[in-house]
């Protein structure tokens, strides 16, 4: 679906307020705090800015951000789960601002991390970079999940195929999918004023995974580690315009 430019800059104000919890919760990452530190972190940016979580609820998804740790690729409950040093964590975030959405996640370090938990989340974050760069005006969509992948699979890794982006709008997750692959079609034309949320999920091993018994968390079948980035992303005449920046 393609938006006008009203429904874009709604988008543009949902995307900052995420932006701004990224910030918020990037601030706070330190060996000690919980997992719930990082979401109450997250809410009051929410509660501040007059927007709504998207998350809250969503599907019965309780708390307003994920929080993904080490060998978690996605899906991760906020609790009581202790940041460590050396430990790797997702934070995936959103909110409504309007009746429009926004939605991006990023993957950090705690305090001192090894080098290959470094190289992960350099890779996974240049493959989200990589798939951006491909919307634009004319080009085919699946052409991102190329992109993504020929990235990650160079440098080694595995690219998560069970779950994937998507068109982002005035509800979180609008179809077309964004897969972080090749899915054997290159997919529709994009065309000015369509919106995605391109995010992949990478792991150091095999591709597999399997979820948690509290229904939510989603985790690497081989215990190796995983990263997840995903920004909000607009095709517009100048090229592809990411709102989920400050
Ligand atoms: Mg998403
Ligand atoms: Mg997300």
Redesign the pocket.
Known sequence: MRRNADELNKMRKAGKVVAEMHEATRAAIRPGITTMDLNNVAAAVIEKRGARSNFLNYQGFPAVICTSPNDMIVHGIPGDYVLKEGDIISVDCGAIVEGYHG?AAYTAGVGEISNEAKRLIEVTERSMWAGIAQLTIGNRLHEVGRAVQDLAEAAGYGVVREYV??AIGTAMHEMPQVPNYWPGSPGPTLKEGMVF?V?PMINVGGIDSFVLEDGWGVMTEDGSLSAHF?HTIAVTENGPEVFTVL
């Open positions: 939605d982006g998507h949320a995010e995903e």
